[in-house]
């Protein structure tokens, strides 16, 4: 256990349901990821947050995704319409930047995998 | 970041070195080699970094060449449960961006 968590952990829904899933990071990590991974392949880069400031999107993230972080704390991303294609695995990862850190690591959560049917 | 390249899948013998090979001949001098691991149905897990110097810790040691175009990752006495998929990744040390991964190597311990 990380210490970041993920809910739910599996979802299973139909084409052109509308889905969220939430991101619990370390409690004093300012920096929270997102990342899609499919079958066979590394986790992909979505978007990250630096504190509730979206600070990059992946060309990954169509008009479908919304991810949010309004406090800073937890973050939710919100895909919409989904298609089969949005079937994976999203990881949640999150950091401490500054603060006199010297590398940057980030913890990761178990993931929620999606099948979209 | 510069790109890696590592083997697809590995075998190794359950007690024995698990040595895992990883080329990044277009690393520049202040790119870290760092390594992740992804055990079944969860997510990545940090296991070690360098620059230049070889390195260990509690889980691995991590071998970086003299002219740092490769390295190699030690697992000592593999178990069953270091069954997984091995990242390794080229990025800055101070760069708190994303981690971008490569499809890594798939090690299987074997009993």
């Known amino acids: 256990d990380t210490g970041v968590s993920q809910d739910p952990r599996h979802k299973i829904t139909k084409r052109g349901q509308n889905v969220t899933f939430r991101c619990d990071p370390i409690s004093e990590h300012n920096r929270l990821y997102w990342y899609r991974q499919t079958l066979g392949q590394g986790p992909e880069f979505l978007t990250y947050?630096?504190?509730?400031?979206?600070?990059?999107k992946s060309r990954l993230l169509s008009d479908r995704f919304s991810a949010e972080r309004p406090k800073g704390s937890f973050s939710t991303l919100e895909i919409q319409r989904t298609e089969q294609g949005d079937s994976a695995m999203y990881l949640c990862?999150?950091?401490?930047?500054?603060?006199?850190?010297?590398?940057?690591?980030?913890?990761f959560g178990p993931g929620t995998r999606l099948t979209v049917l | 970041d510069a790109k890696t390249t590592q083997p697809t899948s590995m075998d190794c013998a359950e007690g024995r070195a698990a040595n895992l090979p990883c080329n990044h001949s277009?690393?520049?001098?202040?790119?870290?080699v760092y390594w992740y691991r992804q055990i079944h149905s969860q997510g990545p897990q940090y296991i070690i970094h360098g620059l230049k110097n070889n390195e260990t810790n509690e889980m691995a040691s991590l071998i970086i060449t003299e002219d740092r175009k490769s390295s190699t990752l030690i697992l000592p006495h593999a178990t069953l449960r270091d069954t997984a998929v091995y990242y390794c990744?080229?990025?800055?040390?101070?760069?708190?961006?994303?981690?971008?991964f490569g499809p890594g190597t798939s090690l299987s311990v074997i009993p």
């Open positions: 990862a999150s950091s401490l930047v500054g603060s006199g850190r010297t590398y940057n690591e980030q913890f």
């Open positions: 277009t690393i520049s001098g202040n790119e870290y």
């Open positions: 947050f630096q504190n509730e400031a979206q600070l990059e």
């Open positions: 990744i080229v990025r800055l040390k101070t760069s708190y961006d994303k981690v971008i």
